[in-house]
């Protein structure tokens, strides 16, 4: 006879696995409640007909070091998403392993019928339903209270799972932040934007009354995929040979040429100056390695000490 199946164990045994591979947070996504707010044809049942949970992974962000690197560092050594999808990955075999119930690891990519804009999936609606971020106003990227940014990765499965609830309370804005929007309407993420990508309002209660991201003009300064398409209409453009090839080979596009022939991620990367701004991201205790070792060092004495007194107290009054 089988063992019966018990999904509260199984859910913490993946939580285990993803934690051991160095993810942060952990949720399951109600799936109907994806359903319903995901695009149609980008719901989770698009990509797998019977799926019964999504699983949503975060992973945190640079060192504390990269965020005190200069603007072109951060853009190269920012990004961590890769560990995300290396841990999503993962679990999604030892679903499967494990538990015999089928499992895939949610690509990241776009929808090819809809080009560079539209993705096949919304791996940040996921981890919103999932309890593990919430929308901000820094171009609508998710923060959590005590992880700040996260990278995020997903996977379906046909395991039924217990879901968790959305985060009750959104960290954005900081308190820091209101104080500054009273005094210059604006926002730390929202100054300090190189692009001006960024605008809102923060109501008279401390909270996001609205938020606008401009996401054409962030991704023509950061993401290549927007650029390469117009390096090819200088080079048609041009006049003569001369101007075509320095539109080829001017510096700031033979480095898009390197990108490419080297798969570098930050093909698809962000400048990250509204995180480098971000109080949340910025003081969260778990939000960066220097701070996570801290807290965890802090909460292995704390359990110690907690454990000794415990001792003491069943030991007695000593003789």
């Known amino acids: 006879m089988t063992e019966a199946f018990d999904s509260t164990r199984a859910k913490q045994a993946m939580i285990a696995y993803c934690t051991k591979k160095g993810a942060l947070a952990f949720g399951v996504g109600d799936v109907d409640a994806l359903e319903k707010i995901a695009p149609k044809g980008h719901g989770p049942r698009d990509m797998l007909p019977r799926v019964k949970s999504v699983i949503s992974i ?87 209270p005590e992880f700040g940014m996260m990278f995020y990765a997903s996977v379906f499965t046909e395991l039924e ?8 309370i959104n960290p954005c804005p900081h308190p820091s932040c209101v104080k500054l929007y009273k005094k210059s309407g604006k926002t730390p993420c929202m100054q300090f934007c190189p692009v001006d990508c960024i605008s809102g309002t923060i109501s008279e209660d401390g909270k996001v009354a609205e938020m606008h991201y401009d996401a054409h003009a962030c991704a023509t300064m950061s993401q290549q995929y927007e650029a390469i398409p117009n390096i090819l209409l200088d080079m048609m453009d041009a006049k003569d040979p001369i101007e075509r090839g320095m539109a080829v080979h001017s510096p700031e596009n033979q480095l898009i040429w390197y ?53 003491d107290v069943e030991a007695g009054p000593s003789v």
């Open 161 to 168: 799972i217990p879901a968790d609830a959305p985060m009750e």
């Open 259 to 311: 990108k490419l022939s080297i798969g570098a991620g930050e093909l698809l990367s962000l400048c990250y100056e509204c995180m480098r701004v971000c109080p949340i991201t910025q003081t969260a205790l778990m939000a960066d390695p220097v701070a996570r070792g801290r807290g965890m060092r802090q909460k292995v004495a704390e359990a110690k000490a907690q454990a000794y007194a415990e001792l």
């Open 58 to 144: 975060g992973v945190g962000g640079g060192t504390k070091g990269a965020w005190a690197a200069d603007a072109k560092t951060l853009a190269y050594i920012g990004d961590t998403e890769t560990t995300a999808y290396r841990i999503a990955y993962g679990l999604a075999f030892l679903i499967e392993r494990e538990y015999g119930a089928r499992a895939i690891f949610c690509p990241p990519d776009m929808d090819p019928e809809k080009g560079a804009r539209t993705p096949m999936q919304s791996l940040k609606l996921h981890a919103e339903i999932a309890g593990i971020g919430a929308r901000s106003m820094a171009g609508d990227i998710l923060l959590h």
